[in-house]
């Protein structure tokens, strides 16, 4: 349970960004172009994901990004990667905290409390940060129980929309070129790459064996693929691709069902949030735990930088949800494709210094899967410049 729960925390990272931004992104493409363009990005950040997993069964003392880094890249590669880290936490969290607000705005509205976004993320933040302070133990058992509700919520909302399925929406798409479908591939990129909390997960999982590591990033790759996909054929299915484009935020793509059903919007809502709340879970026990490793012990002073800085910075990129992600797929392409490959490239040298010998894991594909790894990454690191 506790490797599955780690899973599902890798699998609740992911899901919160891509389902709410999945259908406003891609659905100028078609269900069948975007579900192409998904599978060869999971691909993509699957591998990567293992190929981080390696380095950190493989280094001693890898608690947290910094350390890793510093292990298997150096003083200066250690600094490199913080700040991307750093950069990329932000962004994703200020990127949920937008997202919350606005959906406990809309939420709160609808049973009369007008409650403004930033109260509303506020609040959360604060309490939210409690439970992350409190241990992994605790979050793995509050993020499987969300996660659990968020997938029979998911069920709930296919299940009604499969009955109004229009079949010609889904071969429907916009006229798009080859560049428009590079250019918003950082963006799902950003949807699958929850490798954030690969080292706090390693470490958590401490004793599992090399196929348990393997399977646990895998199966916490694969659940969201699935439901993209499902959550993609049904909202294009029902509103149509000329529909889905319009949206702008989380609340419309919501409003958007309020004429399917009164219940069913509800159900859409709580769906939603909950993606964006298993999200926002993994990757502030990531930055929890990157603030402890590499500025300081103290968890007051932990808890401030993690859930009070944060906040600032949201209110400032408020209305900023997809271009927040869109700046977390560039800097991911350093962090989650070439980090590391440097350092898997760094620990499978015989003479590396800080090589762990007991309960390692390697990456199957050798030195043709880290050169096609290295090529994703390029295409990834084209495509934010094509914006």
Known sequence: ?????????????????????????????????????????????????????????????????????????GRNGKHFINILFYLLLACLLIAYIIGIGDLLHSMLLEIGFNVSPVVGYTLFSLVMGLVVVAGKSYIDKLNRGLFILMIVMLFVVIFSLMNNIQWEYLSQESNFTTSDVVQYSAVIFTSFASMVVIPSLVSYNHDASEKQIRNMVLLGSVIPLVCYLIWLFAVIGNLGVE?????????????????????????????????????????????????????????????????????????????????????????????????????????????????????????????????????????????????
Not at 264 to 271: P, Y
Not at 332 to 348: D, N, Q
């Open 243 to 387: 529909a889905v484009s319009q949206f702008e935020n989380i609340s419309q793509l919501i409003a958007a069902f309020g004429g399917e059903a009164k219940l069913l919007k509800g159900v859409v809502a709580i769906f939603s949030a909950l993606a964006l709340i298993t999200s926002y879970l993994g990757v502030s026990m990531a930055l929890y735990d990157q603030n402890k490793d590499a500025i300081t012990s103290n968890t007051p002073a932990a808890y401030g930088l993690t859930f009070v800085f944060p906040l600032v910075l949201a209110t400032l990129f408020s209305n900023q949800f997809v271009s927040m992600l869109d700046y977390a797929g560039m800097v991911l392409v350093f962090l989650a494709i070439w980090g590391p490959l440097a350092m898997v490239v760094k620990v499978r040298q015989p003479n590396f210094a800080h090589a762990k010998f007991e309960q390692t894991y390697t990456a199957g594909g050798g030195q043709p899967a880290l050169a096609a790894t290295f090529i994703f990454g390029a295409l990834i690191f084209v495509s934010w410049f094509m914006g």
């Open 1 to 73: 349970m506790k490797l599955f729960g780690s899973s599902l925390i890798l699998s609740g990272t992911a899901l919160g960004a891509g389902m709410l931004a999945i259908p406003m992104v891609l659905a100028q493409f078609g269900f069948f172009v975007s579900a192409a363009l998904m599978i060869v990005i999971f691909l993509g950040t699957t591998y990567s994901a293992l190929l981080l997993a390696e380095a950190c069964t493989k280094t001693q003392e890898s608690t947290g990004m910094s350390s890793i880094a510093y292990f298997t890249l």
